[in-house]
């Protein structure tokens, strides 16, 4: 497999959407995996960064993925938290 840069991680409560990219953007998998699955998959995988939704779980899971070498980043729900609505 080529050398995945990017994972980008759907986080639920059983199954977890998974897609990976290299640097130039070019998709290399997108899989889908139970709870079992998800975190020996990512543990055979060379440290990369990983963007999930930050959420509950989200933290958890960061904290597992550093463990493993790879730089996590969690994106917040609202970019702009403050604003829910375009009325103001």
Same mark, same amino acid.
Not at 47 to 69: D, N
């Given at each position: 497999m080529e050398e995945v840069s990017i994972v980008g991680v759907d986080l639920a409560k059983q199954v977890f959407q998974v897609h990976g990219a290299a640097a130039d953007g070019?998709? =290399? @998998? !997108?899989?889908?995996?139970? !709870?079992?699955? @998800?975190? !020996? @998959?990512?543990?055979? =995988? !060379?440290?990369?960064v990983i963007a999930m939704e930050a959420c509950g779980t989200a933290h958890y899971w960061g904290r597992e993925f550093a463990s493993m070498g790879h730089d996590v980043r969690l994106i917040p729900v609202y970019v702009k938290a403050f604003v829910k609505k375009a009325k103001e």
């Amino acid at each position: 497999m080529e050398e995945v840069s990017i994972v980008g991680v759907d986080l639920a409560k059983q199954v977890f959407q998974v897609h990976g990219a290299a640097a130039d953007g070019r998709v =290399l @998998f !997108r899989k889908k995996l139970s !709870r079992s699955q @998800f975190p !020996r @998959f990512m543990a055979g =995988l !060379r440290p990369c960064v990983i963007a999930m939704e930050a959420c509950g779980t989200a933290h958890y899971w960061g904290r597992e993925f550093a463990s493993m070498g790879h730089d996590v980043r969690l994106i917040p729900v609202y970019v702009k938290a403050f604003v829910k609505k375009a009325k103001e």
